[in-house]
């Protein structure tokens, strides 16, 4: 009994570890401030996302608040701390006004993405 209750905590916990691991993927999508994330819900939220513009994305509370990433189906990601800075950068960088897709790559956990690589979309 006791060997057979051993073996079940080493599954679970096995278990648990795989599950934290996250899922590596690969997305597509569209950069919007956390702040103004609400916007991504609804009917024609992925439209309301392209028409988010750069500049609000770069107002302070809405830098302060983090990024997310909004997928042509309307999934919304936030990205973790490294992926806001990477996000910040290309805010800063690009010459769009708004509408700024992006591809990310990294490990999903749960609804935000620990970022490894970010790029706007060409």
Known sequence: MRKSL???????????????AGEK???????????CSARAK????????????????QMPPCAKSGYALVTEDGKLFKLDEEGNKKAA??????????AL???????????MIKVSS???TK
């Open 42 to 57: 609804g009917d024609g939220a992925v439209e309301k996302v392209k028409n988010h513009t750069v500049k609000c994305a």
């Open 101 to 111: 897709s992006v591809n990310v790559e990294g490990m999903l956990d749960g609804d």
């Open 6 to 20: 051993t073996l079940s905590l080493i599954v679970l916990l096995a278990g648990v570890v795989f599950a934290s």
């Open 25 to 35: 993927v690969k997305l597509t999508g569209y950069l919007i401030d956390n702040a």
């Open 89 to 98: 950068d290309i805010l800063a960088a690009t010459k769009k006004e708004k």
């Open 118 to 120: 970010i790029s706007e």
